[in-house]
């Protein structure tokens, strides 16, 4: 039997979630669009009530202070998410990279422990001009110089660098080895030879910032390395998948629910040739595929999640969720926005919006293309049985 219903826990979870977003959140929404920057005093205080409600950190270990939830209750709160602004969900809730669960010793008090406590916020950093997608391809270097490495290099696109006090970023230490030659390693904000560059100005997202990073001559100890050397891409590969689950197809599933809403309301109201839109079979259409490529991408995330929980790798599945997702987001988007007609391209509603932040799920995180390709070389290599 298999049995789709919620614990009355999880339920219960996602009420107060929902009301929190619902009232400390929205309220907020138009001011950040336009500001674009969440206020630092605003900023501070949805943490703090977040952290009293136990909702900041949720997906991250209870032993070190996080909310200890299944990749499928995270998922279910990543949908909740898709319905308000990024900035606000990174802001009140964080957005801890995974690998920092790599720290041991002192790595722990100073990064780990501090971060899943909202006190500091850490960012990761492997993109670089030249190398996206291809991320054993960097070219930042981390040099070995007695007992320090200096790393020289940079990096871009990185997510609320500009409010980081310190990062997670990938090197080479040692060229011969391709992909096992890239380590990872903590680097505080102020360390000297470190800076954070530009901001690059995105089509969507508005008020997450995503800024360069260089590298002259950083110096930094041994102990600033994180996990083994060599495991680098390893680390940020093997906790991806969560991120690909939650952060992208959760997420997309609960921004593709708003729009839906939106279009309902919308094909109820909106009267033209002396009728409601939603009586022409042709807006029919679009709400009938916009609920039916939801309802699929929801199952995927949670057949995955539900996976992922029990121990397996299911690494196809996951390109599959992340792939269709994705993708699905931008048809409902588009779809939204024509039955808007012309309040959907204005920017007086929040369709103009919601379209444009869509846009970057097919492109982070593996842009579909090389999703397509995961799951084409697992079906040749293990066969379709394998799904
Ligand atoms: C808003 C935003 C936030 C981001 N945040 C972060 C962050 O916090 N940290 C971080 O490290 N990075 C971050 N990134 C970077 C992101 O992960 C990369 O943009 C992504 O991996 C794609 O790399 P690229 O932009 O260099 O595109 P490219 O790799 O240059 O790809 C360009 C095109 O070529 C296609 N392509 C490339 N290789 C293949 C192939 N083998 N087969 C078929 N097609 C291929 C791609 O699918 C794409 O269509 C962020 C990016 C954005 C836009």
Known sequence: MIDFSLPQETQMLLE????????ELQPHEAEVEEKQYVRPELARELRTKAKELGLFAMGLPEEVGGGGLSTVDMCLCEEEFGFTKDALVRRAFGAIPTSLLNCVGEQRDKYLLPTVAGEINVALGMTEPNAGSDAAGIKTAARRDGDDFVINGSKH???DADLADAFIVTAVTDPSKGAKGISAFLIDRDTPGFT??????????RATNHC??????ARLPQSQMLGPEG???FQALSTINQVRLGMVG??????????????????????????KIGDFQMVQAMLADMATEIFAARMMVLNAAWETDQGMDPRAKV???KYYASEMLGRVADKAVQIYGGMGYCREMPLEQLYR???VYRIFDGASDIHRAVIARSLLKNGEMSL
Request: net charge positive.
């Open 157 to 159: 696109f990185i997510s």
């Open 319 to 321: 390109s599959m969720v």
């Open 357 to 359: 932040d869509a846009r």
């Open 250 to 275: 959760g997420r997309a599933v609960g921004m593709a629910r708003k729009l839906m809403q939106l279009s309902i309301d919308y094909a109820n109201e909106r009267k033209q040739f002396g009728q």
């Open 16 to 23: 107060t979630l929902r009301r929190f977003i619902r009232e």
């Open 196 to 205: 954070i560059g530009r901001i690059q100005y995105m089509m969507g997202l």
């Open 231 to 233: 495991s680098g891409l």
């Open 212 to 217: 360069e990073l260089v590298f002259e001559d």
